[in-house]
């Protein structure tokens, strides 16, 4: 158990709709990480919090928005849903202290999304 | 841009063998980390091993080892007595560390590794 936890484990839902996915990250963490893993694409990186603020952007759709709360949880949603939206969603933490940066992303279990 | 090439899409090992998965990479970057994620069945994505790119040392953890060779830029998982619970894809992934800049994670394709017994 790395600490991370996700929820919904599973999601399915229709084209045109909109979700949300929830993480908690690891005690401490300030930083959370949104990945996307699909067939063809792999593992792809969305979007890094940090403390609250968006700190990175990857290949992250318009459609897709994201959030760090002041507890530090983060949510990922995801509107107008298409089929090639399904895909396993992952987020990680990672721990960064002043004067000290641990560079070790730790995983959540993640959540599977299937648009039908 | 990084990119991470596993060219082994997928490989076998006899239980209690010895296997090793290869990992290129591509960087300008003089400090970087590199890691081994393992994702069984289950999906859940786990810390393998990590190794920092200026210690020359070779990173090692129980029955798994790695082979980092900088200036080739080639970093090689070896897993010792393989069990059956080793069976999983395996990820190879590098992250540079930030300076005002992204600290995603980039992956590679992945290697499933089936462990017969």
């Known amino acids: 158990d790395s600490g991370v936890t996700q929820t919904p484990k599973h999601l399915i839902t229709a084209t045109g709709q909109r979700v949300t996915l929830r993480c908690s990250p690891r005690?401490?963490?300030?930083?959370v990480y949104w990945y996307q893993q699909s067939l063809d694409q792999g593992l792809q990186f969305l979007i890094q919090?940090?403390?609250?603020?968006?700190?990175a952007k990857g290949n992250i759709l318009e459609r897709f928005s994201a959030q760090q709360f002041p507890d530090l949880h983060s949510e990922l949603n995801l509107s107008s849903l298409e089929l090639g939206d399904s895909a396993l969603y992952f987020c990680?933490?990672?721990?960064?202290?002043?004067?000290?940066?641990?560079?070790?992303?730790?995983f959540g279990p993640g959540t599977r999304l299937t648009v039908l | 841009a990084q990119t991470v090439t596993q060219s082994q899409p997928e490989m076998s090992v006899q239980e209690a063998e010895t296997v090793t998965l290869s990992c290129t990479y591509d960087?300008?970057?003089?400090?970087?980390?590199l890691f081994w994620y393992k994702q069984p069945p289950s999906r859940q994505m786990i810390l393998v091993i990590r190794?920092?790119?200026?210690?020359?040392q070779n990173a090692t953890e129980n029955r798994f080892s790695v082979n980092f060779q900088k200036a080739a830029k080639s970093f090689s998982l070896k897993i010792s007595d393989s069990q059956l619970g080793d069976a999983a894809m395996y990820f190879c992934?590098?992250?540079?560390?930030?300076?005002?800049?992204?600290?995603?994670?980039?992956f590679g394709k992945g290697t499933k590794l089936t462990v017969n017994p």
């Open positions: 990680a933490s990672r721990k960064i202290l002043a004067g000290v940066d641990t560079d070790t992303q730790y």
């Open positions: 960087t300008s970057e003089s400090d970087y980390y």
């Open positions: 919090y940090y403390n609250g603020e968006e700190r």
């Open positions: 190794q920092e790119a200026y210690k020359q």
């Open positions: 005690s401490g963490d300030l930083s």
């Open positions: 992934a590098y992250v540079h560390p930030p300076q005002g800049g992204s600290e995603k994670l980039v």
